[in-house]
């Protein structure tokens, strides 16, 4: 890892379909944290694709902290992103947590998620790094920015050249929000690293009243992306509701990233 304080490495385009992240325009992905039931997903994806999300998320294989929490719908849940995402248009991005689902997350996603529990599984890291799909690698909650990119590294000798990295927070004394969202790894990203980056400023905060002005700040910071959380009975979630816009606050904020993003690449 070279260290170039200051100057800024060109940025490796990463593709899938009609989306380029990296490439100069703000990539969104949104959806709800969990694929739920395929009325609620198509209601998503509807929504956010309107407001002008290209990426569709959500996880079928969720990897939550207590074992008595929804899992996630396993391979039903993948048919069913795929379906949801090739009816309106939209890529997808969704989590693998096992060396075992690889193969079949890869068949039926655009984007392979490896979570900040994962970010050091090696043998994960391997395995996803011999695909040809693009891999988002998000930081683990107690990992370094050197940690992180020396995980990068793993996916990117195992031979997959497309990582994008996801800064989503990470565990400090801080209590008052539910991760430490470290926007100055943004930036430094950009120097140390000729990756996409995108923001999680769902995770990264865990409250919904968070969720805009840190994805306002995190265009500012030179985030090629955003990762959100967007469901349409937040309430009523499976998981992450208290961090998951509505599509009315998701449409909003579109606009106001839109205007940030404008106004940043008037400073160029
Ligand atoms: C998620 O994106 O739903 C998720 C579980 O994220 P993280 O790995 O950042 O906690
Ligand atoms: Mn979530």
């Known amino acids: 890892m070279s260290e170039q304080a200051g100057s800024l490495k060109p940025c490796r385009v990463v593709r899938t379909g009609p989306v380029s992240i990296g490439g100069g325009d703000l990539v969104v992905m949104a959806g709800p944290c969990a694929v739920e039931d395929e009325m609620t997903l198509w209601e998503a994806a509807h929504a956010v694709r309107a407001a002008g999300a290209v990426v569709l998320r959500g996880g079928a294989y969720k990897p939550r902290t207590s074992p008595k929490a929804f899992q996630g719908l396993g391979e039903p849940g993948l048919a069913m992103l795929k379906r949801v995402a090739v009816g309106t248009g939209l890529a997808t991005v969704t989590e693998v947590l096992d060396t075992r689902d690889v193969e079949r997350v890869a068949e039926h996603a655009d984007i392979l998620q490896i979570g900040s529990r994962n970010m050091q599984n090696t043998a994960l890291l391997k395995e996803v790094g011999r695909i040809k799909k693009p891999v988002l690698l998000k930081r683990g909650m107690s990992a370094t920015v050197e940690e992180w990119l020396l995980a990068a590294e793993y996916i990117l000798e195992a031979g997959n050249p497309d990582v ?65 959380e967007v469901h349409p009975y937040p309430k009523a979630a499976a998981c992450d509701g208290p961090q998951s816009l509505t599509p009315e606050e998701f449409s909003r904020l579109m606009l106001q990233v839109r205007k940030i993003k404008e106004a940043m690449l008037l400073l160029k």
């Open 164 to 228: 994008i990295l996801c800064e989503r927070g990470i565990r400090t004394f801080e209590t008052a929000t539910r991760n430490t969202l470290d926007l100055s790894a943004v930036s430094l990203l950009k120097e140390l690293s000729g990756l996409p980056v995108v923001v999680d400023p769902s995770h990264g905060t865990g409250r919904r009243s968070l969720v805009a002005p840190m994805s306002r700040a995190a265009v500012a910071a030179g985030a090629d992306g955003l990762i959100i």
